[in-house]
């Protein structure tokens, strides 16, 4: 056989064992070509039984992504996106019907169609490592498991917990794995050939799911587990916005988990999908990740964003060892925690041990949470040091500066620490929205200071701004773009401007939610509106849970003269009532929930009020691509999704413009400027969309 991305060999106890190595990549995942390899090796297998399987990944970051997104996305016709989806599922069918014992030896990540030639095969053991996750994310992708993943999961695990996996998209590792069913053992890579060849020569028996787990797909139970499921996605997104959660549920439901079954007029058939623009978007949102992904590899002026001070030739990058944390704070302290969980070795000061204390506090909740081996969760801990005298600023490979949002004290700090520093040290600002050049004029090497603005709650938000300053070397720029990758965060770089990107176009957003606060509306009729349009969360209660006192902070900064000033907003900071960390805001909260009214929105046009509350970000959006604050649309639309939640199923700011149509939203703008003012003025970019 001729192979290109596949490798079989067969031992002398007659076991095959065959390896995934997609050609090209570094990555594995499913090509037409590699399926139609690898279903030529089954043939072949059939012709020649060994006495066991094994399929296993030849890439040490791990088994299968999944298909091909750049060929998916090549498709020009739902027909051929059912051909693709057909080819698959028939060659799977195949592994799963040898008549010889087959098992996924399973690490690093295993998504989607890696998942499903998993579960096609008898057995599957996982490595325990941290990195190791298995999942079917492919309705984040506005799509279904198309390989079988909806048939096979649902009869392995129960329905119930299948859907919950489905219906999320959310990874498992490999003990939760287990614990599910999903896998067969669990065990380090190390070991995987003595655990495999002791299945494959004395296979056990095929597992299967408790009786409570099983009743869940009997037909009498099948209606009523899909109902459960129905109403759980109702709650959270609308048919019309995000479609596949629901054909998820009808797929499983009616057609027994398998696409080729589903009719194509049906809306939980591919061709629905494929012609939904949802779909469309999130894929589009899915293929900007990895550019951001990429970025952190990328040569100098490889990108566009990444222009200023490139120089020819690669920049040589080494991974930081040390990071020095200066403020201990919400931000500063979970950037430090976060760090920490990723293997750097983290040093934080603040002005005394007690304000590290609940810092420290935090960070063993997150290893706890998220490690969960003691073994791990102690070595993270290790990590994390609390360092009052300041010690770590003349080891650290990167000193991060996050303390209050102000260029003075900045200044300052910036002053006492550059001359500590080592000569291949960098210093960064988590400034918010204060632009480099501000700070940078008592430094005597401007050109190491950059801008790494993480989003709170770090642990969750993906998004991380890279700054460039007028002085900020390349080198610097990439290490800094390398070191968010490092971290598992996404860099974007930004030039430096005040609120760069994420913060200047959310500014007008929550700006006129405060102003239609002081006209009257109630804040549950705003956050409503918001999410109405597809907003993950009502801008009031965002502004609530990012604090107050930093909108405030930011609008400060960013506001432009002769806009009016949000009066509850400016009452609430007066009383120090800052959200949800104060326990009252524009909200009461209560456990970290806010106390809301359920009376309804009555009659109050939720389009109306959702076109005035974003039209301020998109006219925004357009003015940062006029000035170039990142290096295009694509780059506008991505920091906004990953950097605020912006309704994803709408492609972000720029894509939202384009698909209801530039002419419409100027109309929307110059209607708003006649009711409100001349914050709506349409700025100057928008002819050049």
């Not at 260029?407 to 600002?429: D, N, W």
């Not at 849970?545 to 960013?558: N, S, T």
């Not at 907003?569 to 809301?596: C, D, H, R, S």
Request: with cysteine.
């Amino acid at each position: 056989m001729d192979l290109r991305h596949w490798k079989l060999e067969t031992d002398p106890d007659n076991l095959a064992w065959l390896w995934f190595d997609r050609a090209g990549s570094g990555t594995n995942t499913f090509s037409s070509e590699a399926l139609r390899e690898l279903s030529q090796v089954i043939e072949h297998l059939k012709q020649m039984p060994p006495r066991g399987l094994a399929i296993l990944s030849a890439k040490d970051n791990g088994f299968a992504a999944g298909a091909d997104i750049q060929e998916f996305t090549r498709l020009a016709s739902p027909e051929e996106a059912m051909a693709f989806l057909v080819l698959g599922n028939e060659v799977f069918d195949k592994v799963e019907s040898l008549p010889f014992p087959t098992v996924a030896m399973v690490h690093g990540f295993c998504m989607g169609g890696g998942t499903e030639l998993a579960l096609a095969c008898r057995y599957r053991v996982m490595d325990d490592g941290p990195k190791s996750r298995m999942g079917l994310p492919e309705v984040m992708l506005g799509i279904v498991p198309g390989w079988g993943g909806a048939k096979r999961l649902p009869r392995l695990i129960g329905a119930a917990a299948a859907l919950d996996l489905m219906l999320t998209g959310r990874a498992v590792d490999a003990r939760r794995a287990k614990k599910l069913g999903m896998i067969d053992a669990v065990t380090q890579r190390r070991h995987f050939p003595n655990a495999v060849r002791r299945i494959l020569l004395e296979p056990p028996p095929k597992h299967h799911p408790a009786l409570m787990a099983a009743a869940t797909s009997w037909p009498g139970v099948r209606n009523l587990v899909a109902s459960q499921a129905t109403k759980q996605v109702a709650q959270r997104a609308r048919r019309d916005h995000y479609p596949a959660p629901y054909a998820i549920i009808e797929l499983w439901r009616d057609f027994g988990g398998d696409v080729r079954n589903v009719p194509r007029e049906h809306p939980a058939s591919m061709a629905s999908l494929f012609a939904h623009p949802t779909t469309r978007n999130l894929i589009r949102i899915f293929q900007l990740q990895e550019r951001l992904k990429s970025l952190g590899k990328a040569e100098p002026g490889t990108d566009p964003a990444n222009q200023a001070n490139a120089k020819p030739g690669s920049v040589p990058h080494v991974d930081m060892q040390h990071v020095h944390v200066i403020g201990a704070g919400a931000m500063g302290g979970d950037i430090a925690a976060w760090c920490a969980l990723r293997g750097i070795t983290v040093t934080l000061q603040d002005l005394a041990p007690e304000r590290i204390a609940p810092a420290v506090k935090r960070g063993a909740e997150l290893y706890k949470k998220r490690l969960k081996q003691k073994h791990l969760i102690q070595g993270a801990m290790d990590r994390l040091i609390p360092d009052v005298a300041g010690n770590g600023v003349a080891r650290a490979d990167l000193i991060i500066e996050a303390i209050v949002e102000n260029a003075e004290v900045k200044r300052k700090v910036f002053a006492q620490v550059e001359p500590r520093m080592k000569p291949t040290g960098i210093l960064a600002s988590n400034t918010s929205s204060i632009p480099l050049q501000e700070l940078a004029g008592v430094l005597q090497r401007p050109e190491r200071l950059v801008g790494i603005h993480f989003f709170n709650p770090v642990a969750q938000m993906q998004l991380v701004e890279i700054v460039q300053g007028p002085q900020t070397s390349a080198e610097v720029m990439q290490a800094a773009q390398a070191f968010t990758r490092q971290i598992d965060k996404l860099p974007l770089p930004c030039k430096s401007a005040p609120g760069f990107l994420v913060n200047r176009v959310l500014s007008p957003y929550l700006n006129e939610a405060m102003l239609m606060l002081d006209e009257g509306l109630p804040p549950e009729t705003i956050d409503a509106a918001a999410k109405d349009f597809g907003m993950p969360m009502g801008p009031i209660e965002l502004a609530d849970m990012v604090g107050l006192d930093i909108c405030w902070a930011v609008g400060q900064e960013l506001a432009k003269p002769g806009n009016p000033i949000p009066k509850k907003l400016q009452a609430n900071i007066e009383a120090k009532n800052f959200g949800m960390k104060t326990g009252k805001g524009f909200y009461t909260w209560v456990k970290g929930k806010p106390q809301k009214t359920t009376t309804g929105t009555g009659t109050v046009d939720l389009k109306a009020l959702a076109d005035r509350l974003v039209a301020p970000a998109l006219n925004e959006s357009v003015a940062c691509l006029r000035e170039q604050i990142v290096a295009d649309a694509d780059l506008v639309d991505v920091g906004m999704i990953f950097g605020t939640g912006f309704a994803p199923h709408r492609g972000g700011p720029i894509n939202t413009i384009r698909a209801r149509g530039k002419d419409e939203w100027l109309k929307v703008l110059e209607e708003l400027k006649g009711r409100h003012g001349l914050r709506f003025e349409p700025d100057s970019g928008w002819p050049f969309l």
